[in-house]
T-cell receptor, first 116, second 114 residues
Framework: DAGVIQSPRHEVTEMGQEVTLRCKPI?????LFWYRQTMMRGLELLIY????????DSGMPEDRFSAKMPNASFSTLKIQPSEPRDSAVYFC??????????????FGAGSRLTVL | SQQGEEDPQALSIQEGENATMNCSYK?????LQWYRQNSGRGLVHLIL?????REKHSGRLRVTLDTSKKSSSLLITASRAADTASYFC??????????????FGKGTKLSVIP
């Protein structure tokens, strides 16, 4: 398996533009997570899907952020409109949902977003 | 919320020395995980220790867990330059939605000098 695949690896855009980040989880994994990493705040969970259904989106910063998982092999994270404070590395991770929170996550390489 | 907090924030050692990183967490847990992140890459799972385990080994890694002190440590023995990376502890936190969220600390940045 090629692992979790994210695209684009780097994105530079201007404030106000729409940004779409993409993720292909590991085949057979039924849980998918979107995290954001910044120096100030570390790794923050944005949203979590189980069997393609959003379970917890309490980490999504505001209405400008939305995420979808139309099928088991694809997810998107969209920011519209983007702002400079959204600049961060966005990670997608997938796992086989384990009991009692024993999920071992496999991370993608990340998408580095810079909003000017 | 930050469930796990690593200490120290940064650690610099000579190749061949041992490196110890500590993690403290706030709420009761049933397992704790350690991950590694090389610069510009995603996190990679290293080891999981369950609450009924006190110590676990994997190659040059040794993890301990003290549930009474709500702390864990990661020891890397005979360090190599390739061990240079950031190391994170992660523990499950029950959310209001009734699901478990894996919460990460801010990490320890380890530099191993050849």
């Amino acid at each position: 398996d090629a692992g979790v695949i994210q695209s684009p690896r780097h994105e530079v855009t201007e404030m106000g533009q729409e940004v779409t980040l993409r993720c292909k989880p590991i085949s057979g994994h039924n849980s998918l997570f979107w995290y954001r990493q910044t120096m100030m705040r570390g790794l923050e969970l944005l949203i979590y899907f189980n069997n393609n259904v959003p379970i917890d989106d309490s980490g999504m910063p505001e209405d400008r952020f939305s995420a979808k998982m139309p099928n088991a092999s694809f997810s998107t994270l969209k920011i519209q409109p983007s702002e400079p404070r959204d600049s961060a590395v966005y990670f997608c991770a997938s796992s086989l949902a384990g009991g009692s929170g024993a999920n071992v996550l496999t991370f993608g390489a990340g998408s580095r977003l810079t909003v000017l | 919320s930050q469930q796990g907090e690593e200490d120290p924030q940064a650690l610099s050692i000579q190749e061949g020395e041992n490196a110890t990183m500590n993690c403290s967490y706030k709420t009761s847990i049933n397992n704790l995980q350690w991950y590694r992140q090389n610069s510009g890459r995603g996190l990679v799972h290293l080891i999981l220790i369950r609450s009924n385990e006190r110590e676990k080994h994997s190659g040059r890694l040794r993890v301990t867990l003290d549930t009474s002190k709500k702390s864990s440590s990661l020891l890397i023995t005979a360090s190599r330059a390739a061990d240079t990376a950031s190391y994170f502890c992660a523990s499950p936190e029950l959310t209001g939605a009734g699901s478990y969220q894996l919460t990460f600390g801010k990490g320890t940045k380890l530099s191993v000098i050849p």
